[in-house]
């Protein structure tokens, strides 16, 4: 889903320098609007890129850690990283992340593939771009259909699960320089698809612009992304990683399609990743008349204070007490002589574990269904990564579930830990056996 980079991106690529000083002093500028930004949301200290797994031979080397650290911005309210990381060091051509490796996104996928195809009537005759297509998981769906398709992603492991799926793929990076080449050569887009993609570009701006060169006149743009407003709500502090450069809300992403020449007329709230929302967008003078709920979520957005300072301050406090709590636990558990596993060797699991300092000595390993992170270690941490058959094999007493958004279809998969007595818990908004 996000865009895996693979080698160090060429210069158009590479998101401009947003510090500016006068005689040593030091300004960030908003990557939409570049106003100064003054206002810290979360400062996580230092971390390592989360999708940085590690194989053995790296366990002896130096590793590469980053500030993290959030800053809103008091004008277009982006919230949004303090940059010190590249893209090329964020992302890798072994890119570990495959999008089909979840049954639930599979069929997220799937639903949305047939209702957006009945939406728009698209056939035969239409053209689908999605961006940042992963390992085919969406696009796949389109190619059974008999819709004319194109994935761009430009890392390597993932594009070529896509193609053996028979979906084609641009290994390029998508922006305007591209999306201005693409409709030049007659491949315009009926459906610009972009999910989990608008949070993970360093350029929001011209990533935008590309979205608006290679849109048919009348076509539509779908992007999915994580709702600032459910971030803020459920104390979702470990979705924060390098990777995710901008959190967003519908007014921002409204502003940053009309500075691109676009609109949006409608948004659906999902329930996917801990909520995040749909947005649809079209060329600014398209006919098409705003959906009501625009109208009602922009309301909804200004009712929880989103265009004010007092919503971003407080959270870092709630982000400590997760990772408290989470230690005190993982203690008291070794303390009792339980024995304790984590499934899901998710970003988000990184995160919280790395902020929270927690290794091996309190989490001897993590279980993971996907191949490309089995044999591996998690970054910082260095915990092992394990395939889920040894959960059976080491029957641990207690299963923390990292990715707490599939927190229902691991216990589903996992129901039979429950026979030898083993408990399910997540941490993020707090501390609950599932």
């Known amino acids: 889903m996000a865009p895996a980079l693979g080698p160090p991106l060429p210069a158009r690529h590479r998101p401009a320098p947003r510090r500016q000083g006068l005689q040593g002093a030091r300004a960030v500028k908003c990557r939409h609007c570049a106003h100064p930004l003054e206002l810290v949301f979360l400062d996580l200290g230092f971390a390592p890129p989360s999708n940085a ?50 049954v639930s996104w599979l069929d997220h996928a799937a639903c949305y593939s047939r209702d957006i195809t009945r939406r728009l009537g698209l056939g035969a005759h239409s053209h689908v771009i999605e961006v940042a297509s992963n390992d085919g998981y969406l696009l796949r769906n389109f190619v059974q259909a008999g819709i004319s398709c194109l994935g761009i992603e430009p890392t390597a492991s993932t594009a070529q699960a896509a193609e053996r799926l028979g979906v084609p793929v641009l290994r390029e990076f998508f922006g305007a320089a591209l999306g201005r080449q693409l409709a030049a050569q007659g491949r315009s887009a009926d459906l610009v698809i972009g999910n989990n993609v608008f949070a993970h570009v360093p350029d929001i701006n011209d990533f935008t612009l590309g979205l608006r060169e290679v849109l048919k006149p009348g076509g539509t743009v779908t992007l999915e992304f994580p709702h600032l407003m459910r971030l803020i709500e459920q104390a979702q502090f470990d979705t924060v990683y390098h990777e995710h450069y901008s959190y967003l809300s519908l007014g921002t992403t409204m502003s940053i399609f009309g500075r691109a020449g676009l609109r949006v007329f409608d948004v659906e709230e999902l329930a996917t990743h801990g909520g995040s929302l749909r947005v649809y967008g079209c060329h600014r003078g398209d006919p098409r008349v705003d959906a009501p709920a625009v109208a009602a979520l922009l309301a909804t957005e200004a009712a929880a204070g989103l265009q004010g300072a007092a919503a971003y301050q407080g959270f870092q406090a709630r982000a400590d007490r997760i990772k408290n709590d989470l230690l005190a636990f993982l203690i008291e558990q070794k303390r009792l002589g339980h024995r304790v596993a984590a499934y899901g060797a998710a970003a988000k699991g990184n995160t919280l574990l ?21 044999g591996r270690f998690t970054p910082g941490g260095h915990i092992p990564i394990l395939e889920p058959a040894q959960l059976e094999k080491r029957r641990p007493d207690v299963v923390l579930v990292l990715p707490w958004n599939l927190v229902g279809e691991v216990t589903q998969q996992l129901g039979y830990i429950r026979g030898w007595g083993a408990r399910f818990y997540t941490c993020v908004p707090g501390m609950k056996e599932a």
């Open 53 to 102: 797994y590690l194989d053995a031979a790296a366990l002896h080397r130096a590793e590469s850690w980053f500030p993290l650290k959030l800053y809103t911005c008091t004008q277009c309210w982006l919230v949004q990283t303090e940059d010190h990381a590249g893209a090329h060091e964020l992302f890798a051509a072994d890119y570990a992340y495959f999008s089909s490796t979840s």
């Open 354 to 374: 790395n902020y929270a300092g927690v290794r091996p000595d309190l989490l001897p390993y993590i279980c993971d269904a996907a191949p490309s992170k089995q």
